[in-house]
């Protein structure tokens, strides 16, 4: 076999291992993606995580991942999405021996084992008529959205469910101009050095809103590029076509995440618009990327997390249109490897929606629509 013959084998046996493993090394890329540099963080997905759920609980579609700083998981999930044949056994009378809805929020060690579970309505607050977005701050409070019809609120609960404080409230939906409450909001993250928590709202407004973290007194929002934002154009989930110049002068809808930097630096998923924003906590816009900008239906951007070592050098990208999750050079915007594929199988996914990152690097993510799970991607 001539060294060029070998190579091309050898490659080709990469990609095929990566591809059953839904991991991408450095050396050989799959088809279409951008070959991993050296150094480039490599994930293969742990079939064994988590562990089966207790009390014939089923997960319905997973919105929201976030792990905490003893490196626990919380799953936020949505009961109500589950279809009639999923939760049989819920019936009345059981229609099938399984399942039963699991609670919206869960709490898992790091080997996959259920610790916690609470949520749904309960006296003095609004619980979000459909479950988005979890963050759990660096004091142990869990933090919710919701993007309901209706929803226009943020909730902070303690570990165990009790109810600490709700910013906003629920009923028509007005405007990105409100300071009194939320539209749809769909991301939230806690700056602790701060106490300032930011939401990506949303699916109605087009803005970063900034609240205090103790009162839910509101502080600052922007829109795209810093400026103030519009509702010129009708909310819209999906497009049949990728962003047009006047499109993108204005976030588009959802604004699905916001994450916040040890350096500073605010990121923003504009999801519709195929790109990520980055600001100052101010809201003064330093610069943005386009990813996957030929794009249509419902947007590229997901959800982003950041790496964990000390210059958090990556940026690991949830693309739910295209199911996989690349991984950026947080400085540049450049995809340096691509993780996943759609598809059914451990390590593919559908509707990629949310990830969570934990201290040893591992990823998390969780899949809406009829995905409806969350997968563990163990750090090579």
Not at 81 to 94: I, Y
Not at 226 to 240: F, I, L, Y
Request: net charge neutral; proline share 6%.
């Amino acid at each position: 076999m001539s060294t060029s013959a070998f190579v091309a084998a050898r490659c080709l046996g990469v990609v095929l291992a990566c591809a059953v493993a839904g991991t991408l090394t450095a050396g050989c890329a799959a088809p279409g993606n951008s070959i991993a540099g050296s150094g480039t963080p490599s994930f293969h997905v742990d079939v064994s995580w988590p562990r089966p759920l207790p009390n014939n609980w089923i997960l319905g579609q997973v919105s929201g991942v976030a792990v905490d700083a003893e490196d626990h998981i919380w799953v936020l999930q949505r009961p109500r999405s589950l279809s009639e044949d999923e939760a049989g056994a819920a019936a009345k009378p059981p229609q099938s021996k399984c399942c039963l809805p699991a609670p919206p929020v869960l709490e898992f060690d790091a080997a996959g084992r259920l610790l916690r579970s609470w949520g749904g309505p309960g006296a003095g607050y609004d619980w979000p008529g459909n479950e988005h977005g979890i963050h759990v701050d660096a004091k142990g409070f869990v933090w919710i959205t919701g993007n309901g019809d209706n929803d226009g609120q943020v909730l902070k609960f303690t570990r165990d469910g009790k109810f600490v404080l709700q910013i906003g409230k629920v009923g028509p939906q007005t405007g990105s101009a409100d300071t009194t409450r939320l539209g749809k909001a769909a991301g939230v993250e806690v700056d602790g050095e701060a106490n300032e928590v930011y939401v990506a709202d949303g699916y109605q407004n087009r803005r970063v809103i900034v609240f205090d973290a103790e009162t839910g007194a509101y502080k600052r929002h922007w829109g795209a590029y810093g400026r103030p934002p519009s509702d010129a154009e009708k909310p819209q989930a999906r497009r049949t076509l990728p962003p047009t110049q006047d499109q993108l002068q204005q976030f588009g809808t959802p604004v699905h995440c916001v994450r916040g930097a040890r350096d500073g630096l605010v990121y923003v998923c504009d999801r519709l618009n195929n790109r990520v924003q980055v600001f100052r906590k101010d809201g003064s816009f330093v610069k943005e990327f386009m990813v996957e900008p030929a794009t249509a239906g419902n947007g590229s951007v997901w959800d982003m997390v950041l790496s964990r070592d000390p210059q958090q050098k990556w940026l690991f990208m949830a693309d739910g249109r295209n199911n996989q999750v690349l991984t950026l050079d947080r400085s540049t915007g450049a995809v340096a490897g691509t993780l996943g594929r759609p598809g059914r199988y451990a390590g593919e996914f559908h509707w990629v929606h949310d990830l969570a990152i934990d201290s040893h690097g591992n990823l998390y993510a969780g899949e809406v629509d009829n995905g409806k799970r969350v997968q563990r991607f163990t750090r090579d």
